[in-house]
């Protein structure tokens, strides 16, 4: 990856560009900021030359003459001091405010991907993205484009005030700055790549770490502990090694800049004495001229302690830019058809599906559900149940043929109305710090405590009460309960189309007959897709449709099927009577 440096500047201002009023008072800021050090040296130049003449003619001045000239020397000493930490909290204050809203924007947009991105992405990954990279361009927005900002507009006042007084020793102040430029530029565009690598291994190593923490139980009973260290240790190996390249770069850039300054001081005070010598330029001018030349080694010498912050900046920005620009393959319509009032209907209409790599999932899938009619679906491990429930809710969309809610094909309704009229309990759920209320209300303070009481008493459920804790990952309930919970987090939304993806499937069988008793009080009167393994969960639904290998082999009356003793669905139900006995 080599991306020349104007796609870093591009990347950039696409980020600040909604915060441009905050970033203009801070540009006026810095740019007063940046005044006040260039008007120093020339009081200085100003008494060195009164000084000077004065004793070139015997006749030194008088005190009073040294005196408001130093006085006002201090005043602007001061005014520099105070102006500097004005700035730093402007620069502070408006780059949290940009971090934020870009930690916003990116949860909000990840949030919005497909189930491909979220397959293909760790967690551990995304955190990275979205709070590391955005810290580290935070960083470079508080820090060291204040620093380099505040470096650019001395740097133009110094060239402005030396050319005005010597216009040979401007041309020559330049140059010289213009090289230590482009030197510097060049090594910095050379650690880019070695930049955008390390943050890589980072967000593996990171997803890594998240990935085996949250199998840390599965990872012990099964004795793969060892197996995790060597995978930890691969990827933190991988992330020392980028590390090393970059902190390599930083190093080049670092001595590159050191002997420029000392070059720089060297030619200054060489320079100067000729110009003496000559009669071009006054004590008084070579005292300032040698004062820039000193002047710039603290500046730059910052600015390249904070050259770590530069590099990560370089490749952060352009991963927010890029994470952002990641578009879902699901792309919602900007405006789209209303679904009809009541209970939907669902039509599959020759659906064909695969994840991307030519292996299909589904096969010319065709079945249509009436309004208000419940359907179990059946089927080996792997035969494409679950993904029929995901194109349903329109998870994904499907590779060919079309998905219809209410007569209106999916593609056409908006995200709002189809994640209000249809609903998921998934087989894993997740619960979230906080009470049970938060939990089956996901924080919305409007739902009443009534109606919170109300759908857990319709799961079994209300005896908890609404502020029993909950930690983070089910903490303070059982797996029986947690599943209740995310029934109860449907029941309160009322769907017209409901999804049950092996709600049953992790419970016991006393929480499994609660379950069941719930479920059967939900999906009457609602469309409802039941996906189950458990095949004493089917018993209130309507029809059943038997998949294998991505086809529907058979599809009819639940009670016809199951007493006919040459159905697909009878064999089922006896070799799961086998397995239980």
């Not at 507009?153 to 005030?161: E, F, Q, R, S």
């Not at 029986?480 to 189309?497: K, S």
């Amino acid at each position: 990856m080599n991306e020349p440096t104007t796609s870093h500047w591009r990347a950039l201002a696409a980020l600040i560009r909604p915060d441009a009023k905050r970033y203009g008072v801070l540009a006026v800021a810095l740019a007063l900021a940046g005044s006040l050090p260039v008007l120093g040296p020339l009081l200085v130049r100003s008494i060195v030359d009164r000084v000077a003449d004065g004793l070139a003619v015997g006749d030194p001045p008088p005190a009073s003459d040294v005196l408001l000239p130093a006085m006002g020397y201090l005043a602007i000493a001061g005014a520099a001091q105070i102006a500097t930490v004005v700035v730093a909290w402007l620069a502070t204050n408006t780059a949290w405010t940009t971090a934020n809203r870009l930690r916003i924007e990116s949860t909000e947009h990840v949030l919005e991907l497909d189930h491909h991105f979220h397959r293909t992405h760790t967690p551990g990954e995304l955190v990275q993205r979205i709070d590391g990279d955005v810290t580290s361009v935070s960083d470079f927005l508080g820090r060291v484009l204040l620093k380099t900002g505040g470096t650019v507009l001395i740097l133009i006042g110094m060239v402005t005030v030396v050319t005005w007084i010597e216009w040979r020793l401007g041309i020559g102040f330049v140059i010289y700055l213009l090289a230590v430029s482009r030197l510097a530029a060049r090594i910095r565009n050379r650690s880019i790549d070695e930049t955008v690598e390390h943050m890589g291994a980072e967000a593996q190593l990171f997803g890594g770490i998240e990935e085996r923490l949250t199998a840390a139980v599965d990872l012990r009973a099964n004795g793969a502990g060892q197996h995790a260290m060597q995978r930890f240790i691969a990827d933190a190996t991988g992330a020392l090694g980028a590390i090393k390249r970059m902190e390599r770069a930083f190093l080049a850039l670092w001595w590159a800049l050191q002997g420029s300054l000392l070059t720089g001081l060297v030619l200054a005070l060489a320079i100067s004495a000729v110009f003496i010598e000559r009669g071009l330029i006054t004590i008084g001018t070579a005292f300032l001229f040698l004062q820039y030349s000193i002047a710039l080694r603290k500046p730059l010498e910052e600015i390249v302690d904070q050259f770590d912050v530069v590099q990560k900046a370089n490749g952060a920005m352009v991963r927010v830019v890029e994470l952002m620009a990641v578009q879902s393959a699901v792309a919602e319509p900007a405006t789209g058809e209303r679904l009809p009032d009541g209970p939907l209907s669902i039509e599959f209409d020759h659906v064909n599906f695969d994840y991307g790599d030519d292996e299909p999932v589904l096969n010319d899938i065709c079945l249509t559900i009436e309004p208000g009619v419940s359907v179990g679906i059946v089927g080996r491990s792997g035969s494409g149940k679950t993904t029929a429930s995901r194109l349903a809710l329109r998870l994904v969309d499907p590779t060919s043929g079309t998905v219809r809610v209410g007569g209106v094909d999916l593609r056409n309704v908006v995200a709002q109305e189809r994640r209000e009229r249809v609903a998921i309990v998934p087989q894993e759920v997740v619960m979230f710090g906080g009470t049970v209320r938060d939990n089956v209300t996901f924080f919305d303070e409007s739902v009443s405590d009534e109606r919170v009481v109300e759908v857990l008493r319709n799961v079994g459920l209300d005896h908890l009460g609404l502020d029993h804790e909950v930690s983070g990952g089910g903490g303070g309930l059982s797996a029986g309960q947690a599943q209740l919970i995310a029934l109860a987090r449907v029941w309160l939304r009322e769907p017209d189309l409901l999804v049950l993806d092996e709600a049953t499937s992790r419970v016991d069988p006393g929480t499994e007959r609660q379950l069941q008793n719930a479920i059967g009080q939900l999906v009457a009167g609602r469309t409802a897709l039941v996906i189950a393994h458990r095949l004493s969960t089917l018993r209130a639904v309507d029809r059943i449709v038997v998949i294998d290998d991505g086809r529907i082999v058979e599809e009819g009356d639940r009670a016809a099927l199951e007493a006919d003793d040459d159905s697909e669905f009878r064999r089922l139900l006896e070799l799961a009577l086998e397995v239980s006995s």
